[in-house]
């Protein structure tokens, strides 16, 4: 796993609006092992937990996604 890299603010308040907004769009994000991933996914939450941030998130079949903030590489998108 990769050392936790803070986000910007204002990032982090996109996300949590999409979130607020239950937004659907498509992810782009790397695991803890680097390995990519791409799903649609339903913007949840957000949170904390020691020291690092993560998107929870459903897909389209429920799956459950806890993804740090870090390692999103596409953003949701502006509303």
């Not at 990769?2 to 979130?19: G, N, R, S, V, W």
């Not at 949170?47 to 903030?69: D, H, M, V, W, Y």
């Amino acid at each position: 796993m990769t050392e936790y890299k803070p986000i910007q603010c204002e990032l982090h308040d996109t996300f949590e609006l999409a979130c607020m907004r239950k937004l659907i769009d498509q992810v782009i994000w790397r695991d803890d092992n680097g390995q990519l991933h791409r799903d649609k996914l339903r913007f949840m939450n957000t949170a904390t937990r020691n020291g690092e941030e993560f998107l929870i998130a459903t897909n389209q079949s429920g799956k459950q996604f806890r993804i740090r903030l870090d390692l999103i590489q596409s953003l949701p998108p502006p509303h």
